[in-house]
């Protein structure tokens, strides 16, 4: 089934170890994005990529890095984690057509857990 | 700056209840409204998306109003069950761009 894959599903890392993950998709979508979850917290958007084109939210910290290399993959890199960056990371997908208006949902994938020690 | 809120935070119901979840915000300039099902430790699950055009979306026993001019949406779940316990978040898409904002969600239990 395609689908949107996180790897890996868990991750633990110490207080200013750096540490990247991992999400792809098999859904051909042309936008990517990378959310934050806390507990009992809403998501909050870190950034997005619409094809190439990244997209930072304003208040992103610069600790949070992101790469795309392809359409099928993109990275989350935290270079100085600390521990209020415990959190569920999720990555999710759109398509938006030429026009650049989002069709459909996103989708989402099950989410990496960060545990900083 | 849309603001997206959810109302009750928590929900414990006895099955076979009908209940309704409740959503708000506060820039009714939108594209469309979701509902998604978060489960714990999980990502999020799409239940209904209602186009800024729509009034109501329908999926087996959940129905999706929206009333965009008052910024208000309503998720109806009929005939709850156990299975149906789960973090039910709302979020709005802007008229341009990509973006999400999403609620806080509520957090159901439906007791057997």
């Known amino acids: 089934d395609a689908m949107v894959i996180q790897n890996p599903r868990y991750q633990v890392t110490q207080f200013g170890k750096p540490v990247t993950l991992s999400c792809s998709q098999t859904l051909n979508h042309n936008v990517m994005y990378w959310y934050q979850q806390k507990s009992s917290q809403a998501p909050k958007l870190l950034f997005h990529y619409y094809d190439k084109d990244f997209n930072n939210e304003a208040d992103t910290p610069d600790n949070f890095q992101s790469r795309r290399p392809n359409t099928s993959f993109c990275f989350l890199d935290i270079r100085s984690p600390g521990l209020g960056d415990a959190a569920m990371y999720l990555c999710a997908t759109s398509l938006r057509n030429a026009g650049g208006v989002l069709r459909g949902t996103q989708y989402f994938g099950p989410g990496t857990r960060l545990t900083v020690l | 700056k849309q603001e997206v809120t959810q109302i009750p935070a928590a929900l414990s119901v006895p099955e076979g209840e009908n209940l309704v979840l409740n959503c708000s915000f506060t820039d009714s300039a939108i594209y469309n409204l979701q509902w998604f099902r978060q489960d714990p430790g999980k990502g999020l699950t799409s239940l209904l998306l209602?186009?800024?055009?729509?009034r109501e979306q329908t999926s087996g026993r959940l129905n999706a109003s929206l009333d965009k001019s008052s910024g208000r949406s309503t998720l109806y779940i009929a005939a709850s069950q156990p299975g149906d316990s789960a973090t039910y978040l709302c979020?709005?898409?802007?008229?341009?761009?990509?973006?999400?904002?999403f609620g806080e969600g509520t957090q159901l239990t439906v007791n057997p």
């Open positions: 979020a709005v898409k802007e008229t341009s761009g990509s973006r999400l904002t």
């Open positions: 209602i186009q800024s055009s729509q």
